[in-house]
């Protein structure tokens, strides 16, 4: 009898066990929260600072990244690496034995998705390791590369991020770059069809669905480009300018780079396929002009998206064009003697010649307009110079927000936009049921975005400021 009684017990107990448990899981029964994160290996770990597998965020400010403006006192509910529930700290039941992380005076965004943001920069070819690492703590947790200079190292770094090898941000990967005749010599320069399909054919068998067309690129080559590209499930972007903007949305390329600065459409004398004429027309057009609208609603109406680059074109306007001291800590001493060589120049300019700040103002408006008729507005960083990966993400919200757009307008093009354009329904967003990428910053993210205290990426919160330490000097080493 005593025996039984002691059984009967147990099994109340593991019930009870279970019980709460299962309740837990059944709050949300849509969700599959039993996936197991990825291990990290000694390496990646020793970046971790919560490695639980139920977290508990409190009193945090919400951006959710879908344009809608903050929520204050929010609690947010981390199982396995996914949001399972979030909702007003009130309203939200905490479990027990859980980490609880208060976030007051703290605001939640998504992660960072960049997909103008390469892993080479001029003079070199590839810095995957140091750009992941930048790009991780600086909050970004998926990047498109957007033409890649080494898309074999691409993948082999992706795939080591994804095992938990190396940290980084998801890496998707892209293809070499093609271009035409007087184009860049590291790029492809296709003899014929037959060399673009098999090109297109050996990277998407490795699994690449990016494809990016550079300055010289002849209108028939891009044509079969995108057909190939398509029948493969893959995506063609492009850096144009001997075809249009216009030229190249009819014949159903998937997103533009870089805005007006790299419109040919209202180039003065420009010859048809050449990559040619005169760049004033920056100086004279005017944005919400019927030509420049009806551009806008074509690439629309074929939902083409725009990518935005700021942070790099500013790093040329010699009033603007400075670096801060966490960049100058982690570039090289020779990279950090080229910038105050350019800077020496910059300041020698007459403080009259203001045409590279104007162009940057129409740049933003034209970027403003797209996005406010409706228009699907993408950003990346376009690392080079003193724009570095992960930072400069950070600096096109500063810009964004110059540019007239409103925090969470901004946010939604920095993240949900990012994921649209990758076709990610899984990140993008702070929202029940998606994967649990993003950021917490210190204070108020209208004041400051580069403060970023913590990154959330597949399950494990990043301690940015520990890869930061030791990332002094060695931006430039790859
Ligand atoms: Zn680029």
Known sequence: MKHLTFILLIVTILSCKQNSKSELI???????????????????????????????????????????????????IVVNGYFQSIGKSSEIDIPENTTIINLKGKTIIPGIVGVHNHLHIPQFPFIGETASKLYLASGVTTIQTCGSASPEEEIELSNKIEKGQIIGPNIVTSGPYFT???????????????????????????????????????????????NEAHKHNAKVTGHLCSITFEQATNLGIDGIEHGLNSTSDFRRNKTFGICDGSREYIDEIIINSE??????????DKNVFLTSTLAIYEASIPKRAFADKRTLDVM???????????????????????????????????????????????????????VLPGFGDQRNFELLKEAGFKTEEVIKIMTSNGAKVLSNSEIGTVEKGKKADFVVIEGNIEKDIRNVELVFKNGYGYDP????????GKFGIE
Do not use: C
């Not at 068998?205 to 028939?220: C, D, E, S």
């Not at 400021?465 to 002094?472: A, H, N, P, Q, V």
């Open 180 to 226: 035409g005749k007087g184009g860049n010599p590291n790029m492809i320069i296709p003899r014929d069809a037959k060399h673009i399909k098999d090109t297109i054919q050996y990277w998407t068998k490795k699994g690449v669905r990016w494809f990016k067309v550079y300055r010289n690129t002849i209108p028939n080559d891009l044509e079969i480009i995108i």
């Open 332 to 386: 090289l001493p020779f990279l950090v003697a080229q910038y105050q060589e350019r800077r020496k120049q910059y300041d020698s300019i007459n403080s009259d010649n203001d045409l590279r700040e104007k162009r940057l103002k129409r740049i933003m408006d034209f970027e403003y307009q797209f996005f406010k008729m409706g228009g699907t507005l993408t950003a990346g960083v376009d690392a080079g110079r003193h």
């Open 291 to 300: 030509k420049v609208r009806q551009l806008h609603q074509l690439m629309i």
């Open 26 to 76: 059944v709050l949300n029964s849509d969700i599959n929260f039993t996936q197991k994160r990825t291990e990290l290996n000694q390496n990646t770990l020793k970046y971790v600072k919560y490695n639980s597998n139920i977290i508990v965020l409190t009193n945090a400010t919400v951006f959710d990244g879908k344009g809608n403006s903050a929520k204050e006192n929010q609690t947010l």
């Open 465 to 472: 400021k520990l890869i930061l330490r030791e990332m002094k």
